[in-house]
């Protein structure tokens, strides 16, 4: 202001009539000017122990450093905290200065002695109102600003604990979806696989096609590179690309609506695709009796009746009858026997058949035959 001046100056006006604790007092707070925060700390307090109005002047000065330190951490690095505090700094200053002005003032009349302070710190005293009100307001602005503003980082927190809270959610479903993909992709190879063995048991009964679409599928599958990742994407995404040239209706879809046909109905499947069409039969047909294994090993003719020709014979026994060949049918035993004569006596008596002798034998009995033949009987003596 105009007509005020420093601390300094109005402690160098003060005539010689001041009294010594006064005097002491100004030198100390004249000394203080420069010093630290820290260091007025340390005088006020030794100020404390000298009266009751330094003491209440420590309690304020701590209370309102301890709602700067409170409030410090939320308006850090803001202009415009920065600006409020400047102003704040400069009207504390003026405002001690007032304080010690009335101290003296209240000291001076409280011991009956003369007022020590000359008239520009007299009028300074009296705007004393014009430095508080505005540092009252500052102050107040002061706190509302950096309570705002720990709301304000509260509430960042929070809502940075709530998106990181979504975003670990959000991490953890895809998570879980990537599991459920990779389960699903590897069951239709699995099925796959599955499908591509009962193609092989089946290989009488399948499509040509298929099978060689089967087969290359199962051999690029099993190179184990890029190119086997790629035909199990298109296998699992039931892509409409061929498998390979040579089966054209063969895709990937149709292998992979193949393979997710369950086992017990696979089978079944594939006889159904290859079952022969049936042969209708008359009615005559189903009443007759069929046994499988006779008519393919032995297909026997209607057996003729004999008949007897024995009346018919000449009664000459020397007259050779001629008859003609019997016909012989083969038995399921692989024997043939005549079927237009009746059984001999050795063919009805199976025991009383003479056995055949062994070649050598016979021989030898004819050899004795023409001996015999060939040399005359010998001549009885009678003769």
Do not use: C
């Not at 000291?107 to 020590?116: G, H, R």
């Not at 298929?210 to 190119?227: I, M, P, R, W």
């Not at 159904?272 to 007759?288: D, G, N, Y």
């Not at 004569?341 to 025991?351: C, G, L, V």
């Amino acid at each position: 202001m105009p007509g005020t001046t420093t601390a300094l100056d109005a402690t160098n006006s003060v005539s010689s009539g001041v009294p010594d604790g006064i005097e002491k007092k100004q030198n100390v707070d004249q000394s203080s000017s420069g010093l630290s925060k820290r260091a007025l700390k340390r005088l006020q307090k030794e100020k404390a122990g000298n009266g009751e109005g330094d003491h209440t002047n420590v309690n304020g000065s701590s209370r309102e450093s301890r709602e700067e330190s409170v409030t410090s951490d939320a308006g850090s690095g803001d202009i415009f905290v920065d600006h409020l505090q400047k102003r704040i700094r400069n009207l504390q200053k003026r405002k001690a200065k007032l304080d010690k002005y009335h101290e003296i003032a209240e000291e001076a009349k409280a011991k009956n002695l003369p007022l020590t302070l000359n008239p520009d710190q007299i009028s300074a005293l009296a705007q004393r109102e014009t430095v508080e009100a505005p540092l009252k307001e500052l102050q107040d602005a002061l706190h509302l600003y950096k309570s705002q503003a720990l709301e304000r980082i509260a509430r960042e927190k929070e809502q940075k604990a709530q998106h990181e809270a979504e975003v670990a959610k959000a991490v953890e479903a895809a998570k879980l979806e990537g599991i459920a993909q990779g389960r699903e992709q590897l069951s239709l190879t699995v099925k796959f696989l599955r499908a591509a063995s009962f193609k092989r048991q089946l290989s009488d009964s399948t499509p040509a096609e298929e099978s060689a679409a089967f087969e290359h599928l199962l051999k690029v599958v099993y190179a184990g590179d890029d190119t086997s990742l790629s035909a199990l994407d298109d296998l699992v995404n039931g892509s409409s690309k061929q498998v390979f040239e040579e089966a054209n209706s063969i895709t990937f879809e149709k292998v992979k609506e193949i393979s997710q046909i369950p086992p017990e109905e696979f089978f079944l499947t594939q006889t159904e695709e290859v079952e022969e069409p049936k042969v209708e039969t008359t009615a005559a047909e189903k009443s007759q009796p069929t046994i499988s294994f006779l008519q393919e090993e032995v297909t026997e003719e209607p057996q003729q009746p004999i008949q007897d020709n024995t009346a018919s014979l000449p009664a000459n026994k020397d007259t050779a009858v001629v008859e003609s060949a019997p016909t012989s049918t083969p038995t399921a035993n692989g024997s043939t026997h005549p079927t237009d004569r009746p059984p001999s006596a050795n063919e009805a008596n199976p025991k009383s058949k003479k056995k055949n002798r062994p070649y050598y034998r016979n021989k030898r009995k004819a050899n004795k035959d023409g001996e015999n033949k060939a040399t005359p009987p010998p001549a009885s003596n009678s003769a």
